[in-house]
């Protein structure tokens, strides 16, 4: 059926583009002088709202569209997504078209007047979002098709992430891939008849109007081909397979057999930075250690850095890169991708000793709380590629600004030149030499008007960026980073919850859209960390709060997704079956639905293989103690974390460990032979010179005898082999 399918689309295109030009503009819109949607039946009363609505976001949306280019005194329209929050669907908002950001109204407006339902998912600071809305979206002829014969729904993927996964695996489906803006041609009742990424106007328009007249005159047409297409939608129930451990073995040699043994990373022409990957190879490391394996982490870590995806003036990591060797990136800037980052380069930091991996956590951090900060109230989601008509036009340079540039500084980079030639990045050689405070060609870009930002307050993103504070403190031992870690969670707990519920974004005051399973795994997780790192028990208290709440969401989910793909992101159901994992061990809550879902993880790693590192790690730590520097013990009662000594300790490294009044473990050396011994093993099997500390004897209930016991707060130094290094130690004791 898809064969068919493929050719009945070919009926309905034509290639020709008509883009629509604009200019900046600072003037602000007036209400007055803007009119209903075109061919739209506005009731005076409903029009009269909106235009009150957009005084009070008059200053907001003329920032919205001077980013954009688009000249508010060319602005004639008005639509009702001026009610919304989002900047993505504000921005739209002056558009001719009669868009909803309601999927369920547009459901039952498309079931009551029996029309078409055209969708359009897209973001803030997606490249061909913008080319789309500038080319159709804005274009009269385009909004008179639409608003006549379709009922047309604009989403925020960031804000509206399940019924965006949804339409993107349909299209994956489809088409054998997915981008955005998505594009979608749905039945009254929701069933997908066709979908896209982006279509220049030319196309969509004979696409609109060919589609409508089918409707009209043939519509069975249509809903047989969208029927058939439900059909394949549908998902089989996966065959249950015995879990075996030699599976997890076989999906980890597949992934190694993708690993680009020249340029690292994922074999292929883009490269994305997959945090998921990463944190698989660190864990597997840690695990096995070999020369092999840290070289492949080494490349991949390197080549992001020295190639363009780092940005080497202001720091900071783009998106992605569109050529294998990391050069030529898609410049925007995404909160999460600088949040996984700084865990993965951090962690490799402590595994490694390698002090450039340091330096680029350290200079991310300072990146996003220089250019991504909301004030004290989170960060911004992202920093648009899209800058006065050209992709990376802010962080490139033109010939004229190189001539203006003096020859020793200019000497200090290489220069590479943009897909056209005409502009060039800078690479630098070194990771130290990000310095923006003092850098003349950051002073010569600052002098220009900043890229569009999209400024929501993502719950899921900012809590990513939680998590990733207190890995920095941990692996780089700064004190800074877990008070800026504490800060930014409380301000989400604050601010976020409303009446004990979680929602997704905050902005302009205002928290906004439903709460989805990232925004529950990543914030719990978060969480977590600080539960660990301060031993407050509200933090484990509100875990297993957010614990519960994702349980209910995904049983009432309306959509079942499938959220074990890591992608850009990492599995968010791995994140929850994990925390859950861990919760139970901290005795917090008796609930197994953490062991269904690693069950539903096992079975859909034994059926197919896939992105699912995440779900890999996670399986292979079943097999595994902890291998942090940081450990909880005795169902949260204790804690063990090696640190680096300073200049007055006995050795190299120490491990401190705490424990809660009335908490024991053993000596290493036990007075009961019954008993086992703690006990401080390298992972490497090196010989450590541990210097233990003097024990307690005491008598506990249910000895006859005093016991060798430590207890409170304890310090053991340890000295290593100065040839030799390790990053990782085990603690052998049953109670831990």
Known sequence: ??????RFYITLVLLFLSPISWALSDNVLTPSHLSKPVSANILDAEFEKWRVSLIAKQEQLA?????????????????????????????????????????????????????????????????????????????????????????????????????????????????????WPISAILTPDGQLFWTDAYVGKAELLKLLKNVSAIWQQKPERILQIAKNLTIQF????????????????????????????????????????????????LYQYQVSPSQTLESQIRLFLDSMIEGGLWDHLRGGFFRYAQKSNWHQPHFEKMLYNQALLISVYAKASHLFNIPKYEDVARQTIAFVYRDMRHGNEGFYSAIDADYQGKEGGYYLFSIAELEGIEPALK???????????????PYSDSVMEVQPQDNPLVELKDNLPPPHIDKKVLTAWNALLVASLFDAHVYLQDPVFLERGIELLNYLLEKHFSQNVLYRAFLADTAFGQATLEDYAWLNRALLKAYALTQKTSFLDQAIDLQNKSTEYLTNQSNKLNWMNDQEFISPLS????????????????????????????????NEFSDHFSAYQLLLQSSHSSLEPLQIFAKGKGRAWLKESNENSNGDYIIEITMAPGWHINSN?????????TEIVASSNQTLQV??????????????????????????????DKKRSFRQVHIKNTSL
């Not at 059926?1 to 493929?6: C, Q, S, T, V």
């Not at 980079?413 to 897909?419: F, G, I, L, T, V």
């Not at 079956?577 to 859909?604: F, M, N, P, V």
Request: aromatic share 8%; proline share 4%.
């Open 234 to 281: 549908s998902v089989p129930k996966l065959p249950e397979v015995e879990w075996k451990e030699s599976t997890l073995l076989e999906r980890l040699t597949q992934v190694t057999n993708l690993l680009d043994q020249q340029h690292g990373g994922l074999k292929g022409e883009v490269k994305f930075p997959n945090a998921a990957l990463l944190e698989l190879l």
């Open 63 to 179: 920032h919205l569209l001077s980013d954009a280019g688009i000249e508010t005194e060319n602005v004639r329209y008005l639509n009702s997504l001026i009610y919304s929050n989002s900047p993505y669907l504000l921005r739209h908002s002056v558009n001719p078209v009669n868009w909803i950001d309601d999927y369920s109204l547009a459901l039952s407006r498309a079931n009551d007047t029996n029309k078409l339902i055209f969708l359009s998912i897209g973001y803030s600071t997606c490249h061909w979002c913008h080319v789309m809305e500038k080319e159709s979206f804005l274009d009269i002829d385009v909004a008179t098709v639409l608003n006549k014969h379709f009922v047309s729904v604009k989403l925020d993927r960031e804000i509206d992430v399940e019924l965006d996964r949804l339409f993107s695996e349909k299209q994956q489906l489809i088409k054998g891939e997915s981008g």
């Open 575 to 606: 994140v929850i079956a994990e925390a859950g994992r861990d919760i139970s061990k901290l005795g917090g809550t008796t609930d197994r639905e953490w062991r269904r879902q690693i069950q539903e993880i096992k079975q859909r790693v034994s």
């Open 411 to 425: 000497q200090k980079y290489r220069w590479m030149p943009s897909h056209d030639n005409t502009l060039f990045q």
């Open 669 to 677: 050396k036990p007075l009961d032979k019954s008993l086992i011994a």
């Open 1 to 6: 059926m898809l064969a068919i399918l493929h």
């Open 691 to 720: 210097s233990y500390p003097t024990p307690v004897k005491r008598k506990l209930g249910f000895s006859q005898k005093p016991l060798s016991l430590y207890e409170g707060q304890l310090s053991i130094p340890i000295a290593r």
